[in-house]
């Protein structure tokens, strides 16, 4: 069974790194041609498409977010990570990790994490 488990600090004060761990177990991030992603949802708003890792190791960002966003994987741990730089509090939001396949589906994701930006 395929589960994912995010991890990281709930709490992040402006203009510092939003940094998150997402590690999976029942799959090789390494062995199987699927998208790592991570996604987010703001209080009250839809979710938003932050960014992957493909099994091969290649990553892609949302354009709005570019620039601030880093994802990274380390597979001898089959983890992969995301930090998002010069945070304010509008990137406040529940970060989920999850797996996507060659249909754009979302099959798989972890629970979800709070995570507040606040001085």
Same mark, same amino acid.
């Given at each position: 069974?395929?589960?994912?488990?995010?991890?990281?600090?709930?709490?992040?004060?402006?203009?510092?790194?939003?940094?998150?761990?997402?590690?999976?177990?029942?799959?090789?991030?390494?062995?199987?041609? #699927?998208?790592? %992603?991570?996604?987010?949802? $703001?209080?009250? =708003? +839809?979710?938003?498409? /932050?960014?992957?890792? @493909? #099994?091969?190791? %290649?990553?892609?960002?949302? $354009?709005?977010? =570019? +620039?601030?966003?880093? /994802?990274?994987?380390? @597979?001898?741990?089959?983890?992969?990570?995301?930090?998002?730089?010069?945070?304010?509090?509008?990137?406040?939001?529940?970060?989920?990790?999850?797996?996507?396949?060659?249909?754009?589906?979302?099959?798989?994701?972890?629970?979800?994490?709070?995570?507040?930006?606040?001085?």
């Amino acid at each position: 069974q395929v589960q994912l488990q995010e991890s990281g600090p709930g709490l992040v004060k402006p203009s510092q790194t939003l940094s998150l761990t997402c590690t999976v177990s029942g799959n090789s991030i390494s062995g199987s041609p #699927y998208y790592w %992603s991570w996604i987010r949802q $703001p209080p009250g =708003k +839809g979710l938003e498409w /932050i960014g992957y890792v @493909t #099994y091969g190791g %290649s990553i892609y960002y949302s $354009p709005s977010l =570019k +620039g601030r966003t880093s /994802i990274n994987r380390d @597979t001898s741990k089959n983890q992969f990570t995301l930090q998002l730089s010069s945070v304010t509090p509008e990137d406040t939001a529940v970060y989920y990790c999850a797996r996507r396949n060659w249909s754009d589906e979302y099959e798989y994701w972890g629970q979800g994490t709070q995570v507040t930006v606040s001085s």
